[in-house]
């Protein structure tokens, strides 16, 4: 008969195996995927009856408005400009391929037009 110590540690011995299993089968998904090199800040508190500070914080990353979203490239003094704001905004790591430029965000959010036009009298050609 087993005494309990040896199950216990035989249960710890499989939950390690399927762990590691379970992790060097998303490794190469993984390794497939783009590396994060972009945060997304997006500000959701407004920045009103804040100290200049933390305003001047904002604007040294490019955030003016609320749930304005802009994208800066990992490096120690953007994370620690997002550490000072960080009840004030939600940042998500993505790879270069999700940047978009201010163009681009406008278009994703404006409307399709919804209409065609198919004739027109002022350009009819003769």
Do not use: C, W
Request: proline content about 5%; glycine content about 4%.
């Amino acid at each position: 008969m087993l005494s309990f110590a040896a199950l216990r540690s035989s249960a710890r011995l499989q939950a390690r195996s399927l762990a590691t299993a379970a992790a060097s089968s998303s490794s190469p998904a993984a390794a497939e995927s783009e590396p994060l090199t972009h945060f997304r800040i997006t500000l959701r508190r407004s920045a009103i009856s804040l100290p200049q500070n933390v305003k001047g914080t904002l604007a040294a990353l490019g955030i003016h408005r609320r749930l304005q979203t802009v994208y800066h490239r990992h490096s120690p003094d953007i994370a620690g400009k997002i550490l000072a704001v960080k009840e004030l905004v939600s940042v998500e790591n993505v790879p270069a391929s999700a940047v978009r430029t201010k163009l681009e965000q406008r278009l994703e959010r404006k409307a399709s037009r919804g209409y065609v036009v198919t004739g027109s009298k002022l350009h009819a050609e003769p």
